[in-house]
């Protein structure tokens, strides 16, 4: 590096500068050194700009007898294809799995398990693959089910060759000739048109995925390819799985990884989520594991009282997409008190924006396929009686099955912490797409018996009209 510096001073402190900018704001990040890999693998990124140093040491080697410049040039390349070697004749998943057996399983700490491949040569990768030459079928990044895949044998080849030519042109101390120089630039480009086809086979090479998280990942992004709108906006709450989202996710929307937290969440995290409900009309909520197992509810507690709840789908019981609209226009209360048994009352029922005009006996909602419906219900109840039942919301005609309709428990099953007979007001939202046909349909709520389905008298029947619907 000093004769880098002595040589070319601009060009050695721009590397200095990229470097020391690069790690400090890698070193910003919870786990910059890459998760479980062995070494900063975001550090990566500075090892072709730090080749640069090695130009006045190549420089001096050029300067040395032909023989022995030649055989010093072989036994650099040989040791830079040494780790090379490693990626290709060994499947990378092979070794993470013993990475995984080894540490994660066994020390169930996943903090402590990545500082040891981290920093501990017992894990290094390079001398791991080679040992595994004898344990196991290797398995080579280049073969799959059997048969070549010849993007990367191809890249491997022109790298080969580009190499040889380079090292040829260099040992002779000569000026390139034109055709040397169509060789290089032409394998170059072919060099990058391999690699984007070997970037369209990854996706779906499922010895990448060892954990085997696309068999939930895939069908979820699937769903969202097909049914996001411009205009949403996804938040993903486990940001570690967003390269299935780069190789996958084809809908036109914009997406964060936000990690979550306990409830009520910081200000900063509120005040995102704000600006997200101002911005995007509809909010689309990734999050991992069964619900009542999560630690830091924080985030879709927020999005519950905030926004309105359309949809739920489970992916294996290990993952859930969540769809919310965003509060949109002003209140329009269209049903005032009513009392169910059990001492449950309805306090009020409100819509949120749309055009409402009045009826001869109910609101009527004027709207038009695919707009939204948002309805808020506001209960006051005994703990005991809001825990035991379940509200419907069916949209469509009384003497047929609904065409819409959601089934949950008072503010989907949060409810808050008390004495059996102590008395809360919950705030319990719904949304809902309207992709109905034109036509008249008629909303009704109501309560049942979550263990039995058998439903609750109320002092106006067991269903209550809150407002008609005209799609148009």
Same mark, same amino acid.
């Given at each position: 590096?000093?004769?880098? /510096?002595?040589?070319?001073?601009?060009?050695?402190?721009?590397?200095?500068?990229?470097?020391?900018?690069?790690?400090?704001?890698?070193?910003?990040?919870?786990?910059?050194?890459?998760?479980?890999?062995?070494?900063? @693998?975001?550090?990566?990124?500075?090892?072709?700009?730090?080749?640069?140093?090695?130009?006045?040491?190549?420089?001096?080697?050029?300067?040395?007898?032909?023989?022995?410049?030649?055989?010093?040039?072989?036994?650099?390349?040989?040791?830079?294809?040494?780790?090379?070697?490693?990626?290709? /004749?060994?499947?990378? @998943? $092979?070794?993470?799995?013993?990475?995984?057996?080894?540490?994660?399983?066994?020390?169930?700490? =996943?903090?402590?398990?990545?500082?040891?491949?981290?920093?501990?040569?017992?894990?290094?990768?390079?001398?791991?693959?080679?040992?595994?030459?004898?344990?196991?079928?290797?398995?080579?990044?280049?073969?799959?089910?059997?048969?070549?895949?010849?993007?990367?044998?191809?890249?491997?080849?022109?790298?080969?060759?580009?190499?040889?030519?380079?090292?040829?042109?260099?040992?002779?101390?000569?000026?390139?000739?034109?055709?040397?120089?169509?060789?290089?630039?032409?394998?170059?480009?072919?060099?990058?048109?391999?690699?984007?086809?070997?970037?369209?086979?990854?996706?779906?090479?499922?010895?990448?995925?060892?954990?085997?998280?696309?068999?939930?990942?895939?069908?979820?992004?699937?769903?969202?390819?097909?049914?996001?709108?411009?205009?949403?906006?996804?938040?993903?709450?486990?940001?570690?799985?967003?390269?299935?989202?780069?190789?996958?996710?084809?809908?036109?929307?914009?997406?964060?990884?936000?990690?979550?937290?306990?409830?009520?969440?910081?200000?900063?995290?509120?005040?995102?989520?704000?600006?997200? $409900?101002?911005?995007?009309?509809?909010?689309? /909520?990734?999050?991992?594991?069964? @619900?009542?197992?999560?630690?830091?509810?924080?985030?879709?507690?927020?999005?519950?009282?905030?926004?309105?709840?359309?949809?739920?789908?489970?992916?294996?019981?290990?993952?859930?997409?969540?769809?919310?609209?965003?509060?949109?226009?002003?209140?329009?209360?269209?049903?005032?008190?009513?009392?169910?048994?059990?001492?449950?009352?309805?306090?009020?029922?409100?819509?949120?924006?749309?055009?409402?005009?009045?009826?001869?006996?109910?609101?009527?909602?004027?709207?038009?396929?695919?707009?939204?419906?948002?309805?808020?219900?506001?209960?006051?109840?005994?703990?005991?009686?809001?825990?035991?039942?379940?509200?419907?919301?069916?949209?469509?005609?009384?003497?047929?099955?609904?065409?819409?309709?959601?089934?949950?428990?008072?503010?989907?099953?949060?409810?808050?912490?008390?004495?059996?007979?102590?008395?809360?007001?919950?705030?319990?939202?719904?949304?809902?797409?309207?992709? /109905?046909?034109?036509?008249?349909?008629?909303? @009704?709520?109501?309560? =049942?018996?979550?263990?039995?389905?058998?439903?609750?008298?109320?002092?106006?029947?067991?269903?209550?009209?809150?407002?008609?619907?005209?799609?148009?």
């Amino acid at each position: 590096m000093w004769g880098l /510096l002595r040589a070319h001073r601009d060009l050695a402190l721009g590397i200095f500068g990229f470097a020391a900018l690069h790690t400090l704001g890698y070193s910003r990040q919870i786990i910059w050194w890459g998760g479980l890999n062995w070494g900063p @693998r975001y550090m990566i990124p500075l090892l072709p700009v730090m080749m640069l140093a090695a130009a006045p040491g190549i420089a001096a080697i050029l300067r040395w007898p032909p023989r022995r410049a030649k055989a010093t040039l072989l036994f650099l390349a040989l040791i830079a294809l040494f780790p090379q070697l490693a990626g290709t /004749l060994v499947d990378i @998943r $092979l070794f993470e799995g013993e990475l995984d057996r080894a540490l994660y399983q066994v020390l169930q700490d =996943y903090h402590r398990a990545m500082e040891q491949v981290a920093w501990n040569p017992a894990y290094n990768p390079l001398l791991g693959q080679w040992k595994m030459l004898g344990q196991a079928d290797p398995a080579p990044a280049w073969i799959r089910d059997h048969q070549l895949i010849l993007a990367p044998i191809g890249i491997g080849v022109i790298g080969a060759i580009l190499g040889l030519v380079i090292i040829e042109r260099m040992r002779r101390h000569a000026d390139p000739p034109l055709w040397t120089l169509w060789i290089i630039g032409g394998s170059a480009l072919a060099m990058s048109l391999l690699a984007v086809v070997s970037l369209r086979q990854i996706p779906d090479d499922p010895r990448l995925d060892f954990h085997e998280n696309a068999r939930f990942l895939r069908p979820m992004i699937e769903d969202l390819n097909r049914e996001a709108r411009p205009g949403d906006v996804l938040l993903m709450t486990y940001p570690y799985f967003g390269d299935y989202f780069l190789n996958w996710l084809r809908a036109p929307i914009d997406w964060y990884g936000i990690f979550s937290a306990p409830s009520p969440l910081p200000e900063p995290r509120r005040a995102l989520l704000d600006r997200l $409900l101002a911005r995007h009309s509809r909010i689309w /909520l990734m999050r991992p594991w069964n @619900r009542w197992h999560e630690q830091e509810p924080g985030l879709e507690l927020y999005l519950l009282d905030h926004a309105y709840k359309v949809n739920e789908r489970h992916y294996e019981d290990w993952m859930r997409l969540v769809l919310y609209l965003s509060p949109r226009g002003s209140w329009e209360p269209v049903k005032g008190s009513i009392r169910w048994e059990n001492d449950v009352a309805l306090i009020q029922a409100a819509l949120q924006g749309g055009e409402i005009q009045a009826g001869e006996k109910l609101p009527v909602l004027q709207a038009r396929p695919g707009d939204p419906l948002r309805l808020t219900l506001i209960w006051r109840g005994p703990l005991k009686a809001l825990r035991a039942t379940k509200v419907f919301v069916h949209i469509g005609d009384p003497d047929q099955p609904p065409r819409l309709q959601q089934d949950r428990l008072p503010r989907d099953g949060w409810l808050p912490n008390g004495q059996d007979d102590e008395e809360v007001e919950i705030l319990d939202r719904y949304g809902f797409v309207l992709e /109905l046909p034109p036509g008249v349909y008629r909303v @009704r709520i109501g309560l =049942y018996d979550e263990a039995g389905g058998k439903r609750w008298p109320s002092e106006s029947g067991e269903a209550i009209d809150l407002t008609m619907v005209e799609i148009r």
